[in-house]
């Protein structure tokens, strides 16, 4: 790479940097000078963001060393009616929800360990040859609003946001329009050559394309491999004859659907390994740890002239397009309940003006304020005081230990550190918090300067079998609202979203198994390593197009989410009967006292509405407890 496609960045430091356990505040004081020099405004900031440096150390200090943090004698921090730790969706959704139900004299206090609001739902932002771009860095859209519960829906329309009006925001016409299709990737690396050709392939939103042989003959695949291919997409079979439906599912329940392929539809590894990790960006890891029903439920090839009919006692399907999404991702949800808690910090009262209003986070953390947002704030001790009619939170900023009072304390903060931070927490309860395992995961943003090399090879999107880091990028979303205009002309900059989530396929490893190693590789990647495999693959696909990566990409930023998705329950690999109502984070998210917990962990649920849903949860204990 030369100096120009360089952009600015602070390399994360090799390995796990504990530098507050040895007893210097190196860390948090460099992010807050970097902070103050990109002008107190992180959604500008490129490079290694999401878990950025100095948003983890303390809390592994806590939970990777057995580290602890002196309590102040004194108390150092003000009294407030609520203290809630982590300023993510739910943390923000417990805040409206309190103030709602009790006073907008509520006095409440949100800590967050990140340099910006919002959780997994963070906004990035660039600025290429003067045109402002905007994408996310987590969590993505307004998932099927239409299924969200009363409390869920009502917490939308507080904040002003009308889903209905994304129909016309969002071009759902947009890629057919100017003949886009789908694409793959097949890397020098895995396939001795750089191949990138139509994505024929059917099941989870796609349909497959038009000329599937014309296709299929262009795969660097063996001709074995070929012929299987185009039988697994071409023919009309039941390939479970011999079992009734109840036989079917159960069958189906208990294989993997990379055994069904091979066991049942007879496809080679070759053709196997090629679907296998199309679905990562979706569970966390590929078809050889998912089981074959789940295949069927997403209209996987093989699966749908199995007689099944339709599952009962199933989550409602995708009725709702898939639209409902913000320039900036569900940033714009945060915002706008940010907006709700602190109107002073950003202008404007609609959705649309959401999206070019710039937020002065001057404004967050004021004495003035009822509600205030400190960020670069990470809770280290939660329990009870004041002969139990209080919680004493103590938190590190900028490598300083402070102490806070509270009437009532919500943890919506990332569900394993709960056992390290609050003392309280029955032994049981710790057994059942530590039973799930977050999903790693990385949403890359690539400001480019025009995306003319889509245009001419035919392609909105790519996806990568095999795949060295990313396993698909894609065009952005085509939304233009509030006076954001989304490209038109394939001449403009624009961004593309790149997703890499680690997995270890057929190591014979449990989604969770592979959870728990994907989140060590993110902490032990720099930014160089990942700027070396973007490129090198965006290269490789797009270089017949015209791209060159020296002169089109702009900037670069990595959302990296050790933390990413809550985890949802494997019916491959989990103990069967467990689900959302019925599972061990139940039991994990039990109140204690003065202290309950809310988040998208504690629903085994990673979505925007399971968020809120534990946040109501949340404040309902709390204001059952006087």
């Not at 006095?107 to 905007?134: T, W, Y």
């Not at 262009?218 to 185009?230: E, F, M, V, W």
């Not at 032990?524 to 015209?546: C, T, W, Y």
């Not at 329950?569 to 103990?575: A, K, M, Q, R, T």
Request: proline share 5%.
């Amino acid at each position: 790479m030369s100096k120009r496609t360089r952009i600015n960045r602070r390399d994360f430091l090799n390995g796990v940097a504990l530098s507050l356990a040895a007893g210097t505040s190196l860390s948090p004081l460099e992010l807050f000078a970097r902070t103050k020099a990109a002008g107190n405004y992180p959604p500008a900031l490129t490079g290694m963001r999401g878990s950025h440096p100095g948003s983890f150390e303390v809390a592994h200090a806590i939970s990777w060393t057995g580290n602890t943090f002196a309590i102040p004698k004194d108390q150092t921090d003000d009294t407030y009616d609520l203290i809630i730790v982590g300023a993510g969706i739910s943390g923000l959704s417990a805040a409206c929800l309190y103030r709602k139900r009790t006073s907008p004299e509520a006095r409440i206090l949100l800590l967050d360990n990140h340099d910006d609001f919002g959780g997994h739902a963070k906004r990035n932002e660039f600025d290429v040859d003067g045109r402002k771009l905007l994408c996310y860095g987590g969590s993505q859209s307004i998932d099927t609003p239409g299924h969200y519960s009363a409390v869920a829906t009502q917490m939308l329309k507080d904040v002003g946001i009308v889903t209905d009006r994304f129909y016309d925001y969002y071009d759902q016409e947009y890629f057919s329009k100017r003949g886009l299709e789908r694409g793959l990737y097949f890397s020098r690396q895995q396939y001795g050559s750089d191949v990138t050709a139509p994505d024929v392939m059917r099941g989870f939103g796609a349909s497959g394309g038009s000329n599937i042989a014309g296709s299929v003959a262009r795969y660097p695949l063996a001709d074995s491999s070929k012929a299987a291919l185009l039988r697994l997409l071409e023919e009309k079979k039941d390939h479970l004859p011999d079992l009734n439906r109840e036989q079917k599912i159960a069958r189906m329940r208990s294989i993997s659907y990379t055994d069904f392929l091979q066991q049942h539809a007879g496809m080679p590894k070759e053709v196997t390994d090629m679907l296998r990790d199309g679905i990562r960006g979706f569970w966390g890891v590929g078809w050889d740890s998912l089981s074959a029903l789940e295949g069927y439920r997403l209209g996987m090839p093989a699966t749908e002239n199995l007689g099944i009919g339709e599952l009962t006692n199933e989550p409602p399907g995708r009725d709702e397009p898939y639209i409902f999404h913000f320039p900036d991702g569900n940033a714009g949800v945060a915002r706008a309940m940010v907006r709700q808690l602190l109107p002073e910090a950003l202008p404007g009262s609609t959705m649309e003006d959401l999206v070019l209003s710039t937020l002065d986070y001057e404004m967050l953390d004021r004495p003035a304020s009822k509600v205030r947002i400190r960020l670069n704030s990470t809770a280290v001790d939660v329990r009870h005081g004041g002969d139990g009619k209080f919680t004493d939170v103590t938190y590190v900023q900028q490598g300083k230990t402070f102490r806070a009072r509270g009437r009532h304390t919500i943890l919506a903060c990332y569900n394993n550190i709960i056992p390290h931070i609050c003392p309280e927490v029955p032994e049981k309860q710790k057994e059942a918090i530590a039973f799930a395992s977050k999903v790693p995961l990385v949403y890359i943003s690539v400001a480019v300067r025009n995306w003319r090399a889509f245009a001419e090879l035919g392609y909105h999107s790519i996806t990568i079998p095999k795949p060295d880091l990313m396993h698909s990028f894609v065009m952005d979303f085509p939304v233009s609202m509030g006076g954001y205009s989304y490209t038109q002309n394939a001449d403009e900059p624009t961004v593309i979203h790149g997703t890499f989530v680690p997995a270890y396929p057929d190591e014979g490893l449990s989604s969770r198994e592979q959870h728990t190693r994907g989140r060590r590789e993110l902490y032990e990647m720099s930014f160089d390593d990942f700027e070396r495999k973007i490129v090198s693959q965006m290269n490789g696909a797009l270089h017949p197009g015209g791209f060159d990566v020296e002169r089109d990409i702009a900037a670069i930023t990595v959302n990296r989410w050790p933390h990413g998705y809550a985890y949802e329950y494997n019916e491959f690999s989990d103990p069967p009967g467990i689900n959302r109502n019925n599972g061990p984070h139940i039991a994990g998210r039990a109140q204690i006292g003065r202290i309950s917990i809310a988040n998208s962990d504690a629903q085994a649920y990673a979505y925007v509405n399971g968020a809120i849903d534990a946040a109501d949860r949340a404040v309902n204990e709390q204001l059952g407890t006087r």
